[in-house]
């Protein structure tokens, strides 16, 4: 039995129901393992289904393993210690964290349908690795970002699309950095996602990390240049669904990928010096309004975390030097 196809879309080759598991008819699994997990993660946004995919992926080439009955018999030890493989690889603490939750998340499913005995991810055993609560690491200066737009300008871009690379990338900057958007939900931005609210306009992310549709505010600055890099885009016949669209010859007009976002952040970063994601750019909107005083639970919900512990963590540690909350206590 084949585990090539265990989870989601990204693993093409799909396997039959298992063969016997020992329980009686009635109590055989009703659902395959591929559907099972297809029914779980089927909400999910594709890049959370792609990241569940490969840590899969990565566990599974680690094992070698090739059937479900090799799987069954993983035990919390085994694990442990491709938790210590990943770790000897340099990996850090969060993406460790990250890929030992997605396993855990993949065979609790197993479990409840009966594919697995139990789940080979023990609490007692596999502890999750320390995390440093507060750290500035990837929150850029505002000085920064002024740089890379003024790189922007003097870049060599391709000659016969300058004007029109020059506009989508410092208006992709800003738009990261003023909605604290992830690279993937920028990529997946169609201007019919823009929508009037009253006095204000919002978008309306559909490709979110949730897998279910979340508004954000426009600024009004930002929302006249996307209007007018709108218009430019007419202008030069580029008739396309997307607010950030493919400029490439080939792809003109076509949608951009999370890559492709990341791409042109990368690019920005290393003309000033500086090797970044697209993902510094949220994380310096979360910790620059935090800084500014604007209340946990707001930015909260404006980073759509699904825990105000995740927004706290962009917080700069050395703000809590600044302002420690003992400093106005009686000196004795």
């Known amino acids: 039995m084949p585990l090539n196809s265990l989870v989601l879309q990204e693993i093409p080759e799909r396997f039959p129901q298992p063969k016997s598991t020992g329980l009686a ?56 210690e491709y938790k210590q493989h990943l770790k000897g690889l340099g990996w850090k603490p969060a993406s460790v964290n990250q890929s030992v939750s997605a396993l855990r998340k993949i065979f609790k499913v197993l479990t409840e349908f009966g594919h697995l005995p139990e789940n080979p991810i023990q609490p007692s055993v596999l502890r999750t690795e320390k995390v440093a609560a507060f750290s500035n690491k990837g ?122 976002v990341n791409d042109v952040v990368a690019r920005l970063g290393r003309a000033v010096g500086l090797n970044i994601s697209a993902h510094y750019l949220r994380h310096t909107a979360i910790t620059l309004a935090l800084e500014l005083g604007e209340p946990l639970q707001k930015v909260q919900s404006y980073a759509r975390h699904a825990s105000a512990n995740t927004t706290i963590r962009y917080y700069h540690d050395q703000q809590f030097l600044e302002r420690n909350p003992t400093d106005r206590l009686p000196m004795i």
């Open 25 to 80: 008819v009635s109590e055989q699994p009703k659902l395959g393992p591929t559907e099972a997990l297809d029914l779980l993660f089927r909400e999910y946004a594709p890049n959370t289904r792609r990241a569940y995919a490969r840590a899969f992926r990565q566990f599974q080439e680690w094992t070698q393993m090739h059937s479900l009955e090799e799987l069954r018999q993983v035990d919390s030890l085994r694990l442990l």
């Open 139 to 260: 929150a850029l200066q505002v000085s920064q970002l002024n740089a890379m737009l003024e790189a922007n300008e003097q870049l060599d871009y391709d000659i016969r699309t300058a004007p029109l690379l020059r506009q989508r990338n410092a208006l992709l900057l800003k738009f990261l950095y003023l909605t604290a958007a992830r690279r993937g939900e920028a990529a997946g931005l169609q201007w019919n996602n823009i929508q009037p609210d009253g006095q204000h306009h919002v978008i309306v992310l559909q490709e979110t990390k949730s897998g279910a549709p979340q508004r954000i505010k426009l600024r009004r600055e930002l929302n006249e240049g996307l209007q007018e890099w709108h218009r430019m885009l007419q202008e030069h016949d580029v008739n396309s669904l997307w607010v950030f669209p493919s400029l490439g010859f080939r792809t003109r007009g076509g949608a951009m990928s999370g890559k492709g």
